[in-house]
């Protein structure tokens, strides 16, 4: 388990990657280079980094396939000895679904809207000569009943789960040498998500099959794999067994990465990666991480790493001798709870409903004074909404929001803009809260030009000193929002609240639409500002493990209702409901030592 | 080959500023950029240029008999003459700038109406969607030119008219084509946004979703100054234009195809103007609809070689 790469017995290794480069177009710049690993039957390899790291493009290679305007330009991906990338189009296709499967991360949009996912699971097994009558055990061992009901049902009739298990189902149905896994658990459930990954691992376990897991969190992959790769800017930065490289990190960007992870056992401050990952073709000569590392020195500049063996890993960093394999430490996060003053928000009791079906019903909360208070739950619990009941933006609701002792109005329109301007939302989704059509100036001096009396100049002075509360550098003003990352959009959208000098911001999951190392630097920007300026904070997330790193109290809700709120510790730790309980066991959690590897088919395997 | 200098500009964290550059300019230039952009702007540009041009260097008065009936061609007379005699290619010369002039007008008031429509349909919701698209819907089951003929046919054959008419009749279809992009734009955040800054509906159409439209508006703007000319050139075929000297491409189609074996250039001429303006305009219209939505709809991958090419001719 400790060997790096292709270390293992060689009749146990059934995948081999090596020197894998993939470019734009015939000679453009290099998208991914240089990457070189093997997976022995049974295993999983998980590929993990930010968005832009090459992980897919590296996943789509392993069968043979690229997105529009790449080309795989040089290495191997020998599967059980025969190389993928040298077989004509028409062997490639043969061997696709049959020898080496896919499973991509959106599930509703990989299945086939318009056929019955009986037809879908026959279809794959008659093209690829297996029997037809094997459709129910296949799905059986993804933990599907196989009735003919089931077989009968179209996609949207099944939830996001079973229709990833229908997915899982398809790609282990002709059972491949080798399965890809682009994130297939993004977007579900934590308890669906780890029902899935027992699901995978068992199949992988009991079925020989190597499987290549790519993920932007690492706490899933923590939890499944036995072999990690770091991947950044196109390279492998790291890779080694995965119990030692989550615990005792080597290459500085895996250290980044390992702290920007939110912890739910511990209350501690999280450390992101400032500055962006260079693109393709920008990436000079020398280590493409230089510019954001703190280890840097000056011929990280000018050399490019190369792979050296550290600590029973692989590690592309010039200086890994010198950094120390150990375990992070994080700061607490100072706790502090001002009790007893009146409440800023108090919700009592409101329901509200989309058309004819309820979102919440009887939900009720207070955010004291300087408090953040943080509102947990799956998807579908109603937590957005509240968070639109309390913003106005959702008005079909019937219940008391009261703000600093005065009952807000239901809809936006009827508020009048003192109380527009105090009370601050900020979205999701930081690619579509700003007009693509205007400059980050605009969208700033707009806010205020409704909301305060301000002159002209003093306006823009405020939106100059507003970026740089949010560490934007005054050039982002005149640049548009397509022109800036999704970290520096959110900071744009963050900026755009302070600017009106609220007294409650909302922040409506703020960072699930982020990488997780910006996701920290976001997270900890807010716990700043809030403590800084005095703020009551309401945070809508389903990630528990980031309530710990922000808020003091927390509302845990549950299909429109409240299952339980109070102090953080208390229901983080002593949860006394059993659904917060439930949440609680299956947040994936980031496993940080070889003695916590999961044995072979007892924790994980209890599936099939 | 982008180079890369060593140091770490390359590996800057924020990328260099690119300098403003926002539609409808850029997406113009671009679209005129394309082969089938050049083709489409370049015929409809020597139409133009004949129309605006022509009345200044026209040989002859266009009302002046001063050839034979159906005159064939001669040095003095390159087009010969029409069905009284006059100067066919003075009366080509005169007769296009009118004709151009009414299809812009009726193109700027049938995109106004139809986007005014659309929009405050699409953003409003409720009763005035259902007022204003069930009214789109009654002027869209008239066929264009049988609502423009029954309109003259009421109120009499005047230009302002006329092209009045027309735009009215394209309102309905830019009415849809614009409710469609604004429902979509409406469930976006940044409009939420705004509504959380107190701001006027009104002021939320005009200053949060029209800058966003500008590609399917031009578009459609294209799209709708072609079939006015198509159908403003026909109504003056049927004698809905100006009143008889004065010269125009449709009336000499319809003057003249009596003497269609006499002299076959009084009616071939005009025709062809109006056929290559039509095919011009329509030509570079679709040149920019595919230049719009590569831009909206382009793979990272596609903008990133784009980002290298700008990058290395610098």
Redesign the interface.
């Known amino acids: 388990m400790s060997e790096i790469g292709g270390g293992a017995a060689s009749t146990g290794v059934r995948l081999k990657v090596t020197g894998l480069e993939v470019r ?2 015939r ?3 290099d998208v991914v280079r240089d990457v070189s690993f093997a997976v022995p039957a049974g295993e999983v390899l998980g590929l993990v980094g930010e968005s832009g790291s090459g992980k897919t493009t590296v996943a789509l290679a392993l069968l043979g396939h690229t ?4 080309r795989i330009t040089a290495g191997q991906v020998m599967l059980d000895g025969i190389d993928l990338l040298a077989l004509s189009p028409r062997d490639l296709r043969a061997a696709r679904g049959a020898r080496v499967s896919y499973v991509p991360q959106d599930p509703s949009s990989a299945l086939n809207p318009t056929l019955r996912v009986g037809t879908q699971v026959r279809e794959v097994l008659r093209i690829h000569g297996g029997a037809e009558d094997r459709t129910a055990e296949v799905l059986r061992e993804v933990s599907l009943d196989p009735t003919p009901e089931m077989l009968r049902r179209y996609p949207h009739q099944l939830s996001g789960g079973q229709q990833q298990r229908i997915a899982l189902a398809m790609a282990f149905a002709c059972r491949p040498s080798l399965i890809v896994l682009d994130e297939p658990t993004t977007g579900l459930d934590v308890s669906t998500q780890r029902h899935v990954l027992e699901t995978i691992r068992g199949l992988c376990r009991s079925h020989g099959v190597a499987a290549v897991y790519v993920s932007h969190d690492l706490a899933v992959v923590s939890g499944l794999v036995s072999e990690v790769a770091v991947m950044y800017a196109g390279r492998v930065v790291e890779i080694g067994s995965a119990g030692r490289l989550f615990g005792e990190p080597v290459h500085p960007y895996t250290r980044g990465l390992i702290a920007a992870v939110p912890s739910s056992e511990r209350a501690e401050v999280l450390t992101g990666i ?3 990952q ?9 280590c ?1 991480f ?3 590392c703190g280890y840097a020195i000056d011929s990280c ?2 050399q490019v790493p190369e792979p050296v063996t550290v600590a029973g890993r692989s590690v592309r960093c010039l200086r890994a001798s010198d950094i120390p394999a150990t375990r992070l430490d994080r700061l607490p996060v100072a706790a502090g709870l001002s009790a007893g003053a009146a409440p800023v928000l108090a919700v009592r009791g409101i329901t509200a409903s989309y058309g004819g079906t309820p979102a919440l019903s009887g939900v009720s909360l207070e955010v004291p004074p300087r408090t953040c208070v943080a509102v947990v739950g799956e998807s579908g619990s109603g937590k957005t909404t509240l968070a639109r009941c309390v ?3 959702h008005t079909n609701w019937t219940g008391e929001i009261s703000f600093q002792g005065t009952p807000l109005a239901h809809g ?2 009827q ?3 003192d109380v ?1 301007r105090r009370v ?2 900020i ?3 930081p690619y ?8 980050v100036g605009q969208i700033i001096d ?2 205020l030009e ?2 305060t009396r301000l002159s002209r100049r003093d306006r823009s002075a405020r939106a100059a000193d507003v970026l740089g509360d949010v560490s934007l ?1 005054a ?1 982002v003003l ?3 929002p397509d ?1 800036l990352s999704g970290g ?1 959009r959110q900071r744009v959208a963050i900026a ?1 609240a302070l600017a009106v000098e609220p007294e409650l911001l909302i922040c409506d999951e703020v960072t699930s639409a982020l990488d997780v190392s910006v996701q920290a630097v976001i997270v900890e920007l807010l716990r700043q500002i809030q403590a800084e300026r005095h703020l009551a904070l309401v945070f809508i997330t389903h990630n528990l493990a980031l309530v710990r790193s922000i808020a003091q109290s927390a509302v845990v809700l549950r299909q429109g209702t409240v299952a339980e709120s109070g102090l953080v510790e208390q229901v983080l730790e002593h949860p006394a409901d059993p659904y917060t309980q439930r949440l609680m066991r299956d947040v994936p959690k980031l496993r940080q030592s070889e003695a916590e590897e999961p044995p072979a088919g007892s924790r994980w395997g209890s599936a099939i | 080959m982008v180079t890369n200098a060593p140091t770490a500009a390359a590996a800057q964290p924020t990328p260099a500023r690119r300098p403003a550059r926002r539609p409808p300019g850029r997406l113009l230039w671009a679209a005129a950029r394309t082969p089938r952009g050049a083709i489409g702007l370049g015929l409809a540009s020597i139409i133009v240029l004949v129309a605006v041009v022509g009345p200044f260097v026209a040989p002859h008065p266009s009302d002046a008999l001063v050839t034979l009936t159906f005159g064939k061609p001669s040095a003095h007379f390159p087009l010969g003459g029409d069905f009284l005699g006059r100067d066919v290619l003075s009366r080509v010369l005169d007769g296009g700038w009118v004709l151009l002039i009414m299809a812009a007008c009726a193109t700027v008031i049938g995109i106004a109406g139809g986007a005014a429509a659309g929009v405050s349909a699409a953003y409003l919701r409720g009763i005035s969607d259902g007022i204003i698209m069930r009214a789109v819907d009654v002027i869209l089951s008239f066929p264009q030119l049988v609502f423009a003929l029954l309109l003259l046919s009421l109120l009499g054959p005047k230009l302002w008219l006329i092209t009045l008419a027309v735009g009215v009749s394209h309102a309905p279809q830019v009415a849809r084509v614009l409710r469609s992009a604004t429902l979509d734009l409406s469930e976006r955040d940044f409009i939420k946004a705004a509504e959380l800054q107190g701001m006027r509906p009104a002021k939320v159409m005009r200053k949060e979703i029209l800058p966003n439209l500008v590609s399917p508006l031009m578009v459609e703007a294209g799209l709708r100054l072609t079939y006015s000319i198509v159908i403003i050139a026909g109504l003056a075929f049927l004698g809905f234009g100006q009143p008889p000297p004065a010269p125009n491409w449709g009336t000499m189609i319809n003057e003249n195809r009596v003497g269609l074996p006499l002299n076959p250039w009084a009616v071939i001429v005009p025709a062809l103007l109006i056929a290559v303006l039509t095919i011009g305009t329509n030509t570079f219209t679709d040149a920019f609809a595919r230049v719009a939505i590569g831009v909206d709809r382009r793979p990272q991958e596609a903008v990133l070689i784009d980002n290298l090419a700008q990058e290395s001719g610098q």
Not at chain 1, 278 to 286: I, M
């Open positions: 734009l177009g000679s453009g710049p997105r529009r305007g790449l400032d500055g962006q260079p693109r393709p073709g920008r990436r000079g000569g020398g493409s230089a510019a954001r500049a000018t913003a106005g933006l936006a329109r508020r009048d803009k527009l601050q939302y979205f999701q989704n579509t809260s700003l007009n693509p059509r205007k400059t707009q806010q409704q909301l550098a050039d005149s640049s548009y022109q520096e755009r």
